[in-house]
């Protein structure tokens, strides 16, 4: 039997486009059931209550629970190496953050390369971090507190949550880029640190604002400048440390990333709609209580943004010659 040939290359149209049609009718239909989304940290702390607030708003506008699974350890890299394993199919999420850019170079031994291995979604928030310093610290400002130090090499103490997390990342950057020299104590968490920072037992932390802006708004801590490039909406009437150390920025920042080969079509739904969150005035207001800023963006907006940070933190750390615990 003899096919006309408009015919045949009509068939033959259909089957080629069979695949994509698929992949289309996939993400139409995308979630048929609850979607995890894995979280690298424990309930609670910031990566977990925004993960929370943006999972209820895709939930209600999807459909499907969005359920949030916390898997700490390893600086996240437990959580990540889960999502990496996890079936392309847009059914595991994983939150992505400043901790991953620094992981990169942190450890040597991964059995991923986020890069390589992790979609980009969506940004979803940014932190400022606060120059803070202990009440009897006498330096009112960050050129005074830079002469202090200089004054005092390696006889000031700066906290942290831990090694190769934001706070400790933001004081390395600060003594490279000010050529100070503040001797690092890690603590296993922030609240022991500030507890600590508070008693005088440390003298500087580069904490969250929304951990600290308490103990600030008490006169508990002294607020020198927020590491963002634009001042904190929570602190107005404090400076940014790039106004005395020209081009610091630092800022604790989120979003949302699948395991590499997630069809684009779901990619595409999933940035849809955070981006629609973070336009929403409820969930900026609350991002703000949280001392958040909305950073919306596309894939490829935090890919880039991913890959930036990662040689950013890789000059950093080497300078700075951080190793794990």
């Given amino acids: 039997m003899k096919f006309p040939r408009r015919r045949f290359l009509h068939l033959a149209a259909g089957v080629v486009a069979l695949p994509f049609a698929s992949h289309v009718a996939r993400a139409q239909a995308y979630p048929t059931r609850p979607v995890r989304w894995i979280v690298g940290a424990p309930a609670g702390g910031a990566l977990d209550i925004v993960a929370r607030l943006m999972g209820q708003w895709m939930s209600e506008r999807l459909g499907q629970p969005f359920v949030i699974e916390n898997r700490p350890g390893g600086g996240s890299n437990v959580a990540t190496e889960a999502v990496v394993r996890a079936p392309p199919d847009g059914y595991t999420l994983l939150t992505v953050g400043l901790a991953h850019a620094v992981n990169a170079t942190l450890y040597d031994k991964l059995n991923f390369n986020v890069v390589r291995d992790i979609a980009p979604i969506a940004p979803i928030s940014r932190e400022p971090c606060v120059l803070a310093v202990n009440s009897s610290v006498l330096a009112k400002s960050v050129p005074e507190f830079i002469a202090y130090a200089k004054n005092n090499p390696g006889k000031i103490n700066m906290a942290s949550s831990g090694i190769g997390t934001t706070q400790h990342v933001a004081g390395e950057l600060f003594k490279v880029m000010a050529g100070v020299d503040l001797v690092h ?11 600590d920072l508070i008693g005088g037992q440390v003298q500087v932390m580069f ?13 508990k801590l002294r607020a020198l400048a927020v590491t963002t490039t634009t001042p904190s909406p929570a602190l107005p009437n404090v400076p940014v440390v790039g106004d005395f150390v020209s081009g610091y920025e630092t800022s604790g920042w989120l979003g949302l990333g699948a395991p590499k080969n997630t069809p684009a079509e779901i990619i595409d739904k999933l940035n849809k709609e955070i981006n629609a969150g973070l336009a929403d005035l409820n969930i ?16 490829a907006d935090f890919g880039k943004h991913i890959m930036e940070e990662t040689e950013k933190w890789k000059k950093v750390i080497r300078a700075a010659n951080i190793k794990p615990e």
């Fill in 185 to 195: 104590v890690p603590y296993r968490g922030g609240a022991p640190a500030l507890t």
């Fill in 207 to 219: 904490p969250f604002v929304s951990s600290s802006i308490e103990y600030i708004r008490a006169a």
């Fill in 284 to 299: 900026r207001a609350r991002l703000a209580d949280l001392g958040n800023a909305a950073f919306a963006g596309s894939p």
